[in-house]
């Protein structure tokens, strides 16, 4: 692999940031020769140029990607980044109300089920800081 790029540490970093540091660690622990480039793509791209941009909040960026995840049936991702809520700032009432616009503007079954995904994974976060806490 070649000398990573700036965008590729400032985005390695935003990703660290949001998503925290072992998910980020394990990520790149399981990159492969096949999925190499896929990986450098997102963290440039993604993290790098998207994330890292000072024109709105972390906060706001969570939002709108849980919206847009949960609006595209991405269900993998809402929760991962309902997770990463713990960094970006954005709060369960923020959430929620970026859930209600999914139902109005991507569909009632689409919110009902982000709204599920986001409860579960809230609900995990609460007992995982009951038990390190």
Known sequence: MSEPTERYKT????RRAVLG???????VASTTAFNADFQTLITESAWGSVWSRDTISKRERSMLTIALLAALGHHDEVAMHVRATGNTGASMDDIKEALLHVAIYAGVPAANHAFKIAAKTYAEMDAEAKTTG
Request: no cysteine.
């Open 11 to 14: 985005g390695l970093a935003t």
């Open 21 to 27: 540091g072992p998910y980020v660690d394990a990520a």
